[in-house]
């Protein structure tokens, strides 16, 4: 547990697949978590961030870049199409691009100030009705409609079901992926991802591990 220690396990799953040091991302999700424990991790020098909420993370963010330079915060919680513009102006990365009417959105606001920040299409890869993201069989249409509106799609994001085996999912996402033309894959939380790493994954996303375990929201 802790940065130190993730980061550790992250070093030595990219050695045993084969990958760079330093090849996979490691997106340290904040959301919820108190301020100090955030601080600490920026004090180690850590420096790439994740949040689910545009609100939550712009009433924190622009203080703490101010004093950290370099933070890269990335999205990775359901986006509403009323906050994309919100969203585009805190988020380096969003990773939950999943149905036309944001693409749209996100396509009019980014053709306007000439910039977008890199956007991932999150896949409903169980097809779980409560859950985001476009099913496996529409990921090719919605991925190729989306870069018909200029928008960089550089990525394919998956949360496989709770309780099932996950590598499945992150094999199915690595293949809509790779046949998409997409290069990289945000997949693998603090309980799985050694196994994305060792499926492809380019961006982890991993909250309680390094910060320990989040209060629920409010
Ligand atoms: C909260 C969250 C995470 C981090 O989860 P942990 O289990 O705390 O590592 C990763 N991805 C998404 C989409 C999340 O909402």
């Not at 994309?84 to 999943?98: G, R």
């Not at 998956?158 to 809509?176: K, V, W, Y």
Request: hydrophobic fraction near 50%.
């Amino acid at each position: 547990m802790g940065l130190s220690d993730i980061t550790a396990r992250l070093r030595a799953a990219e050695a045993a697949a084969g990958r760079p040091a330093g090849s996979v991302a490691l997106i340290a999700v904040s959301k919820l978590q108190p301020p100090d424990r955030v601080e600490a991790v920026l004090a180690a020098g850590h420096r790439t961030f994740g949040e689910n909420y545009v609100q939550e993370a712009a009433g924190k963010w622009p203080a703490w870049r101010s004093r950290f330079p370099g933070v890269a915060l990335h999205m990775i919680g359901p986006l509403q199409t009323n906050k994309a513009k919100a969203a585009l102006d805190l988020f380096d990365a969003i990773h939950t691009l999943d149905r036309p009417s944001l693409a749209q959105r996100l396509a009019t606001l980014a053709q306007a100030r000439g910039a977008c920040p890199a956007l991932f299409v999150q896949v409903n890869t169980g097809a779980e009705p409560q859950k985001a993201g476009v099913l496996p069989d529409e990921a090719d249409a919605f991925i190729a409609a989306a870069t018909r509106l200029d928008l960089p799609v550089t990525g394919a994001m998956c949360i496989p079901p709770d309780g099932e085996d996950p590598a499945p999912h992150f094999r199915l996402l690595a293949a809509i992926a790779a046949r998409n033309g997409l290069p990289h894959l945000s997949m693998g939380m603090s309980a799985d991802f050694e196994t994305a790493v060792a499926l492809g994954a380019t961006h982890v996303r991993v909250g309680s591990a390094i910060f320990g375990d989040r209060p629920a929201r409010a």
